[in-house]
């Protein structure tokens, strides 16, 4: 299947998700609403759903990146490390995304025990967490879908035989119904219980990820025993 790829347009694939993941990373740090308040309580009030997405992206850059190193390393050598370097790099994902969860989980307890601790409780609710920026939210969420499109479409141009990888086409479709999921919340509730649903979003895209992170390190124990023996 390498062989008869389309190179130039599997490196601008490459490319593309290799932005999606960046622009991902770099919305914690435009999608919020920066209080005052908030410091002094310690907590974090930047959108968590979107740059959640980033390990759930990262996973499909990570499966590119090896057939891109594919193209240029030797079959039996590749073969012998890919395994070994899944393995190390999923334990180190899935690590980060248990502690993202419980962090997430604690901090989205936080918000429901202040918001129903009527009135003082709920009015630092209102303080810290009641403006949530969905339009910065809705943009980014727009532009990730579009790269996501356009990674997509250079994928199949490069090479058809792509869609018979059940695994990628899985993954792949896991990440547009993140960016579904996410963008349908943000717009289920009033703009003041966003900042819940938000949380919400972020530890169910943190579950997803550590799914396929599982499955990877599955495949790469696999894939080292069978290079080994």
């Known amino acids: 299947m390498l062989d008869s790829m389309r190179k130039p347009v599997f490196l601008i694939a490459l490319v593309v998700i290799g932005l999606t993941v960046l622009v991902e990373l770099s919305s914690i740090a435009l999608i919020g609403n920066v209080v005052p308040a908030a410091n002094s309580l310690g907590v974090s009030i930047n959108g968590q759903a979107v740059p959640s997405m980033s390990i759930l992206d990262g996973l499909i850059f990570y499966a590119m990146l090896v057939m891109a190193i594919a193209l240029i390393l030797p079959e039996r050598f590749q073969s012998k490390i890919q395994g070994i370097v899944t393995i190390i790099v999923g334990l180190l994902l899935l690590i980060s995304c248990i502690v993202r969860i419980f962090i997430d989980l604690q901090l989205l307890f936080l918000m429901l025990g202040l918001l129903l601790a009527v009135p003082f409780g709920t009015i630092a609710y209102l303080i810290v967490w009641g403006h949530f920026d969905t339009g910065s939210a809705r943009i980014a969420l727009s532009l990730i879908m579009f790269l996501k499109i356009v990674f997509c479409v250079c994928l199949v141009v490069a090479q058809q035989r792509f869609l018979k990888n059940k695994g990628l086409v899985l993954i792949i479709l896991t990440s547009f119904l993140a960016n579904l999921l996410i963008a349908f919340l943000y717009g289920l509730v009033p703009g003041f219980l966003v900042s819940i649903l938000d949380m919400v979003a972020a ?23 069978t290079a080994f023996i």
């Open 203 to 225: 530890i169910v895209v943190c579950i997803l990820a550590a799914i396929w992170i599982i499955i990877y390190m599955i495949g790469g124990i696999i894939s080292t025993i």
